[in-house]
């Protein structure tokens, strides 16, 4: 099973900016995928990654969050920049197709 495990969220101030990172073990060349999930919303796709240098976002992102990946050392990584209160949510990384064995994501609080 791949195992996934995300950090790097926290508190931060609108306007503010974080850097997120996901340790894994999928193969080398898996389509790798941000997540989140807002209070009490279903999940939903940020960003996937398709290779270094690649990346494919949601609207609402688009523009402030960047998606990176580090095929070398097994990570990946997602650079949150002016960062707003709906951003407020559980970010998780998975593969495409995903894992069934999500990791526990790491919480990230816009709030001032």
């Known amino acids: 099973q791949v195992q996934l495990v995300e950090s790097g969220g926290g508190l931060v101030q609108p306007g503010g900016s974080l850097t997120l990172s996901c340790a894994h073990t999928?193969?080398?060349?898996?389509?790798m995928a941000w997540y989140r999930q807002p209070p009490g919303k279903q999940r939903e796709m940020v960003a996937t990654v398709i290779r270094p240098g690649t990346a494919i976002y949601t609207d609402s992102v688009r523009g402030r969050f960047t998606a990176s990946r580090d095929n070398a050392n097994n990570m990946v990584y997602l650079q949150m920049n002016n960062l707003k209160p709906e951003d407020t949510a559980v970010y998780y990384c998975?593969?495409?197709?995903?894992?069934?064995?999500w990791g526990r994501g790491t919480q990230v609080t816009v709030s001032s």
């Open positions: 998975n593969t495409i197709p995903n894992s069934n064995n």
């Open positions: 999928a193969k080398t060349f898996a389509t």
